[in-house]
DNA sequence: ACGTAAATAT
DNA sequence: CATATTTACG
C-alpha cells in the first residue's frame, strides 16, 4: 500500500510512440465531457462534514499521474504477460446463493441474490471492503463459505475470448489462459468449464457453416470466431484486437428472470421442439451493456478478493 | 493439469 | 424445461 510512487519520466512514457493501441482505448474512454473534473468533490463538503469524512484532499494531476504510475508500472513489468493483458479485474463477477433459506419445498430455492461484478483499474479498489459481513471470502476463520457461482458477464467473456484468440486454440489451456486474464478471484476450474463450453460451440460453429445462429448461441455468437482455427504448427497467435477497456461501474441486474447467455448446448440445432425460440433470442450482451449505460444505481458490494 | 461427462444450481 | 456453472473422474 505504501509504495511511493514518483513521477518523473512518466510523461516520456505516454508522449512516445503511441499506436494503435493507444488509440483503441481511447476510442472507448469516455469523452472528456462525461468526466467528472478532477477538481469537483465526489463528496459534498456539508455530506463530508456530517459524516466526519475527510474531505479529499482535492485530487489533483498529480494524484491522476501517480495512479498512472501504478498501472505503468505493472504493466510494463517485464514478466510474461503480453502488452495485451491490461488492466487486471479484480472481482470476477460471482453470484452469491442463499444458504439460509431453507424455503425450497423441492429442490426449487430461489430467492435473492446479489451479484457481484467485477470492478477493475486502478482506483476501484477503493470500493471495497464495505462492512458487509455477507463477503468473508478473506476470512479464513469462516469456512462455510462456499465459492458464489462464478457468472460468466459478457466482459468477463470477452477478455477469455481475446485471450483464447490469442493464444491460438490449440495452446490454450486453462492455467495459461488464467494468467493471462488475470482475473482475481478466477480459479482454473472457473476457466477449464468455461473452456469446455467454448470450444463445443467453437466445434458446433465450424460444423453448421451453413445455418444461422441456433438460437442458443447467444453469448458466444455475440462474440466473433477467432479466426485462428488452422491448427497448422507455429502459430495461432492473434494479435488481439482490442484492448479491455474500463467500463462505468458495471452493476447489472439480472433481478428479473435469467437472461442466459446462450452457450452452445452439446446436442441438438435439431428441429424437435425448442421452447424457448420466441423469448430466448436474446443477446445478453445487449440488455447488459445498455443496462449499464443506463444504470441507475445499485447498491454494490464488492469484496476484496478470493484467497486461493 | 487436462478434458469430458455427470451433477447441481438458477 | 433449458442452460450455466460446478464437481467427479480417467
Known sequence: MGEEVQMNDYE??????????????ESGLPSASDLMPLSQSLIPPELALAFSISPEPCQSMFD??????????SLCRPSQLPSFVEDPIHDPSVVEGNENDPESTTKDGSD????????????????????????????????????????????????FVDVVAHLGIKSAVPKTIIQLMNVEGLTRENV??????????????????????????????????PQSFHESDANGHMPLPTPYLVLPVPVLDVAHGHRHMGMPVPNPPAPATYHGFGSHPYSMFQEQQRDWSTNKFGSVLSYPHIGP
Not at 12 to 25: A, F, H, I, N, Q
Open 64 to 73: 491522476v499521474n501517480r495512479a498512472s504510475q501504478n498501472t505503468l508500472s
Open 112 to 159: 435473492a441474490r446479489k451479484i457481484r461484478r467485477l470492478h477493475s483499474t486502478e482506483e476501484a479498489d477503493s470500493s471495497l471492503r464495505t462492512e458487509n459481513s455477507n463477503n468473508n471470502y478473506d476470512d479464513p476463520s469462516v469456512r462455510t463459505s462456499k465459492r458464489p457461482r462464478l457468472v460468466w458477464t459478457p466482459q468477463l467473456h470477452k477478455r
Open 192 to 225: 477449464a468449464s468455461h473452456l469446455q463450453k467454448y470450444r463445443l460451440y467453437l466445434n458446433r460453429m465450424q460444423g453448421l457453416i451453413n445455418e444461422g445462429p441456433s438460437s442458443s448461441d447467444n453469448l458466444f455468437a455475440s462474440t466473433p470466431v
Open 12 to 25: 516520456g512514457e505516454l508522449g512516445r510512440g503511441d499506436d494503435d493501441r493507444v488509440l483503441e482505448w
